[in-house]
C-alpha cells in the first residue's frame, strides 16, 4: 500500500420520502478491512492522477462577504482531540446537506471522508461519491442488477494537506479539489460546504513559468538543440513534481538548470517581472507546450514534437502556411489510398 489509513467513514446524503434531503448516518467508522483499503487505495491514485486539479484554503469568498467556518472549526476540535472522528463527519454530513437544500439539481450521495497518510504527509480526504448500476450473472446463469460505488468516475471531491495547513496557516493550497468537467459552478456546493476559497491560480502560475522559461532561452547563447534541451528539462522535472503531488519550486528549478549549464536561471525569473510565487502546483496539461506544439481549428487538428520546428516542420507565418516533412505512415497510407480513390 502507497497510504496509511487512519480512519474512514461512509455517510450516505439523498431525498426522503417528502423529497427533502437527508441524512443517514454511520455510527462507527468503517473497519479497515481490505475492502476498505482497496477502496481508498484506489481512490487516492485516481485524485492524485486527475489533471487541472485547483488549489485553495479556508477563507472568506470576497472582501464584503462572511468566512463559512464551521466545516473548519469542526475539523480544528477534531485535530485537537476535543471531538472523536465520527462526530466531526457528522457535522460535516449535515452541513453539506444544508448546501445541498439550496439546489435543485443535487441528488445526493454518499459521502467518503478518510484520514490517511502518504509520502509523509496527513490528508483528509473528502468525497461524494455516486451509485452506478451494474449487472451480473448468478451461479443459475440468471441475470441480476446491483448498485455499486462509482468510483472511477469522482467529479466531486477534495483533499486537505493536514501536515501543511498546521505547518503553515497563511498557505492558500492546503486543499486541492476537482474543478469538474462542467467547470467550477457544478462543485461549488461542494466547496461551499467546507468553506474553501480558490487560493492559487494554479494554470496562470505554470503558463507565467513557461513564459520565464521562453524568454531564459531566447535571450540565452544557447544552441537551438541545447534550447529544446532546457525546455525537456523543465517539463521533466516539472511532471516528476507532479507525478508524487509536490510543489514546483522554482529555486529548486534553477538549480536543476544550474546542474546542467544553464545558469542563472532562478535570477532571471525572479528578477523579471513574471510574479510567480516561489512555490506552486504543477499543472502538466499546460507544461505539455514545453515539449509539443498543438492547436485544432477549421475541421484540421496538428501536433508535433517542438524539436521538430525548422527541420521536419516549417512555419512560414507570412504565406500562413506549414510544411511537414516525412508524413507519418498511417497518415500518407490514408492519404494514398483517398488519392487513388478519387
Known sequence: MTINIEQAIIHEISLDSQGQMACRLRPQPLLNSKAVEAMLEELHQTYSSKAGKGFGYFGVPNEDGDANDAFANALQSYREGQSGFVDFTVTASKLLQQELTKYDFSQGGFLLMS?????????????????????????????????????????????????????????????????????????????????????????????????????????????????????????????????????????????ELADQGMESFYDFACGGNYELDDEFPADKASLRSLKKFSGTGGGVTLSFDGGHLGERVIYDPISDTILIKGVPANLKDQLDRRLKGE
Open 115 to 255: 484520514c490517511y497518510s502518504a509520502m509523509a504527509s496527513d490528508y483528509l480526504f473528502v468525497a461524494l461519491l455516486s451509485a452506478k448500476s451494474s449487472m451480473t450473472v448468478l451461479d443459475d446463469m440468471e441475470l441480476s442488477q446491483n448498485n455499486h460505488l462509482d468510483l472511477n468516475n469522482i467529479q466531486l471531491a477534495a483533499r486537505i494537506d493536514l501536515t501543511e495547513l498546521q505547518a503553515d496557516k497563511a498557505s492558500k493550497k492546503y486543499i486541492s479539489f476537482i474543478r469538474g468537467r462542467a467547470g467550477r459552478k457544478v462543485a461549488d456546493f461542494f466547496l461551499d460546504f467546507m468553506g474553501c476559497v480558490e487560493g492559487v491560480n494554479t494554470k496562470a502560475q505554470n503558463k507565467t513559468l513557461i513564459n520565464a522559461v521562453e524568454d531564459f532561452v531566447a535571450g540565452s547563447e544557447l544552441t537551438k538543440d541545447e534550447r529544446q534541451q532546457c525546455r525537456d528539462k523543465v517539463f521533466e522535472y516539472c511532471a516528476e513534481r507532479a507525478d508524487v503531488g509536490a510543489d514546483i519550486e522554482v529555486k529548486d528549478l534553477g538549480d
